[in-house]
């Protein structure tokens, strides 16, 4: 009996892993992959409705990842006084209020508007993330944090793929594609047409809404351990490290500042190839709608929940960067293939590309977090997940240089360009592996 007692660790770990709490933070993973997949079919609907170039079609990730990059720092001082349990209730709040800005939004009619409530939607996700990546890694032993937060990532593509049906039933219609019908229209016709279309923009985000509130009564009624180290709960101010001296210290740690722009790139790398992997079908096959087109990003998000699996097999034989360094080679030939090679395969490099985003971000996130001093953890989570402003920045660029190259696929080498550094980061994460540079002494040198 005593062996099955929670005890919570003086590093904040637990001595083993509440199976039900681990697997209601682990269902919070699928619903920000919802609003993410979502932000696919939004772009597509948008480009035509609005009249966008790719550039400003792009703006919907800017909105999304930009509300992570604003938030993430705050959400990360709420865990720091509060709980991560407050933390992921809050999220979840402000997620209930941005899907309920779409009602407003797909009736008047603006990009703008929408642009406000994928926002707000932002602002919920970026608590969620910041509180549920750390937490799930440290609900448990410390010897199987990265394990618990690949498992949870595992989760991620099934609410990738549940988006992305929500989206191709609700929001797409049936018919020839968006551009075709626009174009035999006059300007009047076209604009109720395009007002009829943001209609249904709203439908899928109804359903999410009902989702969120019970996951939101579970958290409430749920009771969940601090998982915080003990210093930093440590009555004495003076033990608590201020944002000056965290920041300060983050700064002078290399690993953790490699991490970080590893993380920046493949996120936005893994945004760019999605948000365009639809219209690149619609590019290179103009009989296609919206709807059909749709179809590649489920079989996107698929490969994706299939590659973590592989990768999770494959990192239990071989250390994870040298898995992620073979990802990250095979990544960026295949994003070549996308760009050269001008007919339909190029959308089937694009989803095999999917398929080797696998672990990278749960992987980068809890081996960069490894090196920074548990005292430090709520504010380098937080850091880590203001990366994610990559999916705000990459995206943009790439849609820019498709305006600027005339071509979707030339632009893909924005994409292949981030996964190349993805690939050099692990190499050299892969040598410091087999000199026998160890995490823990790094943070001990930088914290000197």
């Not at 923009?201 to 749920?222: D, G, N």
């Not at 990768?311 to 250390?319: G, I, K, T, V």
């Not at 504010?379 to 005339?406: E, K």
């Amino acid at each position: 009996m005593k062996n099955n007692q929670l005890i919570q660790l003086p590093d904040g770990y637990l001595n083993r892993t509440p199976i039900f709490q681990f697997i209601l933070v682990s269902m919070l993973f699928p619903l920000w992959a919802v609003a993410a997949s979502l932000n696919d079919i939004l772009i597509a609907q948008f480009k035509h409705v609005f009249e966008l170039s790719d550039f400003a079609s792009a703006f919907v990730q800017s909105a999304f990842y930009g509300g992570y990059f604003l938030v993430a720092i705050p959400a990360s001082m709420v865990i720091k006084k509060m709980s991560y349990k407050f933390a992921i209730m809050t999220g979840l709040l402000f997620y209930i209020v941005g899907c309920s800005l779409f009602y407003p939004a797909s009736h008047m009619g603006t990009y703008t508007m929408f642009l406000f409530a994928i926002f707000a939607i932002a602002i919920g996700l970026s608590f969620l993330e910041t509180a549920a990546n750390t937490y799930s890694s440290m609900i448990g032993p410390r010897q199987y944090s990265i394990l618990r937060l690949n498992i949870s990532q595992t989760f991620y593509p099934l609410g990738s793929i549940a988006g992305i049906l929500l989206g191709k039933y609700l929001v797409f219609q049936e018919g020839a594609s968006l551009e075709s019908q626009m174009a035999k229209m006059s300007p009047a016709e076209a604009q109720a047409f395009g007002l009829k279309m943001l209609q249904h923009t709203l439908e899928p985000y109804k359903y999410i809404i009902f989702v969120l509130i019970a996951m939101f009564v579970l958290f409430a009624l749920t009771k969940f351990p601090i998982c915080k180290p003990v210093a930093n709960r440590a009555k004495s101010a003076e033990k608590a490290p201020g944002i000056g001296q965290t920041l300060k210290y983050l700064a002078g740690n290399k690993r953790f500042k490699k991490g970080i722009a590893a993380q920046f790139l493949y996120v936005g790398m893994q945004v760019a190839v999605w948000s365009f992997t639809i219209r690149l079908a619609l590019d290179l096959n103009p009989d296609f709608n919206e709807r059909t087109a749709s179809n590649f990003m489920v079989y996107s998000f698929a490969g994706f929940f299939v590659g973590k699996f592989i990768a999770n097999f494959l990192m239990a034989r071989f250390s994870s960067s040298k898995v992620l360094f073979g990802y990250s080679i095979l990544g960026s030939a295949m994003l070549a293939y996308v760009i050269l090679v001008p007919n339909m395969t190029a959308v089937y490099a694009a989803i095999v590309v999917s398929m080797l985003f696998g672990p990278c971000w749960a992987t980068i996130y809890a081996e960069t977090l490894e090196v920074v001093d548990k005292k430090y953890t709520e504010t380098a989570g937080a850091i880590l997940v203001m990366s994610i402003v990559g999916g705000a920045v990459i995206p943009a660029l790439q849609g820019y240089a498709s305006d600027a190259f005339g071509s979707m696929q030339t632009a893909f080498l924005v994409s292949m360009a981030c996964f190349v550094y993805v690939g050099i980061y692990f190499f050299g994460e892969m040598k410091k592996q087999k000199s026998g540079v160890k995490k823990t002494d790094e943070t001990i040198e930088v914290a000197q």
